[in-house]
């Protein structure tokens, strides 16, 4: 029984909250070299760029989640073992 339960803590632990809001859009502009910076609102995306103006190179572009991507000289992330479904021999 206790890998059992072990396991059900694992899935609670990795379930989206229902206190926490999806994103739906982000505010991003670009800083340089592909790079973007982002928040939640139009207002502190504005600030942000307004903070950042010395590198800033475009203003405040709404975009999906889905959009943002990771910067493609990183090398994508190896796959978490914790996530994968255990095979039975």
């Known amino acids: ?3 059992v339960v072990a396991a ?3 899935l609670m632990a990795q379930a989206p909250q229902p206190s926490s809001p999806s994103k739906s859009t982000e505010w991003c502009f670009e800083i ?3 790079s ?3 928040k939640e609102t139009e207002a502190a995306c504005m600030e942000l760029r307004r903070t950042s ?4 190179t475009s203003a405040c572009k ?3 989640p889905h959009e943002i991507q990771e910067s493609p ?3 994508p992330a190896p ?6 479904t255990p095979t039975r021999r």
């Open 32 to 34: 340089g070299k592909g």
């Open 36 to 38: 973007t910076l982002c």
């Open 79 to 84: 796959p978490n073992p914790a996530k994968q």
């Open 73 to 75: 000289t990183e090398p």
């Open 62 to 64: 709404r975009v999906e």
């Open 8 to 10: 059900f803590a694992i």
């Open 1 to 3: 029984m206790s890998p």
């Open 53 to 56: 103006a010395a590198t800033a």
